[in-house]
Each structure stands twice: as structure tokens, then as C-alpha cells.
């Protein structure tokens, strides 16, 4: 049973709160440890990811009590580094609800998500080296694929923290809402991916996620998939039917 963790599971999505509020949130290895479980259920079985944390808090960052006492080879073997590319590659989209801090680890699992969507209070950045320590969970590679290598080295060399608005405006967020509002804009993205089809919403993460140096091959043969799919004959004949009735209505309608 999860104790750092809520997990609510529907047919097309998860939904994953944080709850360590007594530390605001913090990731510790419990909580490393209960999202590699979540991971493993969504690779079996694919499904939409939502990413929130309880009590108005993303997440303040690594348990800094933990931390602390990590040695050398800890570091090199990417505790939350590891499970932050996990959530990056899952199958299906993953998508950050965020509220309040979102700093070091938990900026960073935040720029593992898919898309962001935030609210006025939104607090992020990576203050790591005031700590002494780097941003090395993700930070340093996927906040210039974000925001461009001139922002994302102001951000992780000052160790600012950008309010909600800097993050829109940078791209960290697609959009900004109330709190009690949030989550409903979250679950609305998430009714539009899961509207689409599945396989072709996988695939297109796929190649998103691609080296530059496979493209465009990677297309073609994720395309290729695609063209030979039942759902894209049914998809596609659906649409042209749509379109014939309404092209009917308006001939009958200009009559």
C-alpha cells in the first residue's frame, strides 16, 4: 500500500498526488520507491499519467535530511534521476498539475512531465547550488530543451525561483489557473489526449522523444505502423461521414 502517495486509477488515466505534506511534499526514497511501482503498471498497462501534490504544494525537492547523507556512489546511481527518466518515457503522455513550490527534484520531476499546467502560486526553480550540490535529476538537459540554453542557465546557475507568471512566459507552463480549478483544466487536456487514439498518441510521443539524428526516419516507420491500422481506416471513415452529413445539412439548410 502506497504511504507517500495517493493513487487514484481510471480506465484511461492515473491520477498520482504527492502526500508528504508534513514536509511539504519532499521526495524521499519511499516515495522514488512507490512511483517506480506506478510506472511499472502504466508500461503494462498504458495509461494517461497526472502528477499533483496534496495541500496546495507540488513538491519542496529532495528530502534534504536524506540527501544530506548521500554519498558518492548514491550519486552515481541517479535515485531520483532514474525514476524522473521513467516517467519521462512512459508510454503515454504525463502531465504535471502544479501547485505552489515546485523546487529542485521537484521542479525537475515537474520537467519530466509532458505538459505543465500551473496556478498563480506557482513557485519554481532549482536553487541546488546554494546546497552545494547540482541539479542533476534532469534540470540540466531537459530545462534547455524547455526554455532554451540561455534561460535554463540563468535559472540553474542563479538558483532563482520564477513565479507563475515568469514560468508562463518561459514555457514552463502551458497555462495558468485558480486552485480549485486546476485540476479540472488538467483533466480536460487529458479528455482531449484520450479522445485521440491510443496507439497513434504513443507513437507520437515516440518520435518526440526521438535523438534528432533519427529523424525523419522515425517517422516514416511509425507512420508506416499507423497506415496498416484498423483504427486509422475507422478513424478516417468516421470523419469522412461526418463530413459528407454535414455538407448534406448545409445543402439542405441554403436551400
Known sequence: MAETLRIERRDDRTVVTLDRPAVRNAIDQGMVDE?????????STPRVLIVTGADGIFASGA????????TADDARRGINSTIFRRIRELPMPAIAAIDGYALG???ELAYAADIRLGTPGVRMGNPE???????????????????????ASELLL???????????????????????????AVHAV?????????????LTKRALLAPTDQHPA?????????????????????FLERRERRSQRFEEESR
Open 35 to 43: 512511483l517506480h511501482a506506478v510506472c511499472a503498471e502504466l508500461e
Open 63 to 70: 528530502d534534504i535530511r536524506q540527501l544530506r547523507d548521500r
Open 105 to 107: 527534484g521537484g521542479a
Open 129 to 151: 547550488t546554494g546546497l552545494g550540490i547540482i541539479a542533476a535529476a534532469g534540470a540540466t538537459w531537459r530545462l534547455p530543451e524547455i526554455v532554451g540554453h540561455a534561460r
Open 158 to 184: 542563479t538558483g532563482r525561483i520564477l513565479d507563475a507568471e515568469e514560468a508562463l512566459s518561459w514555457g514552463l507552463l502551458s497555462s495558468l489557473h485558480e486552485p480549485d480549478e486546476l485540476l479540472d
Open 190 to 202: 487529458a479528455d482531449r489526449i484520450c479522445a485521440n487514439g491510443a496507439r497513434a498518441t504513443e
Open 218 to 238: 522515425i517517422e516514416l516507420e511509425l507512420q508506416a505502423e499507423l497506415f496498416d491500422s484498423d483504427e486509422k481506416r475507422r478513424r478516417m471513415t468516421a
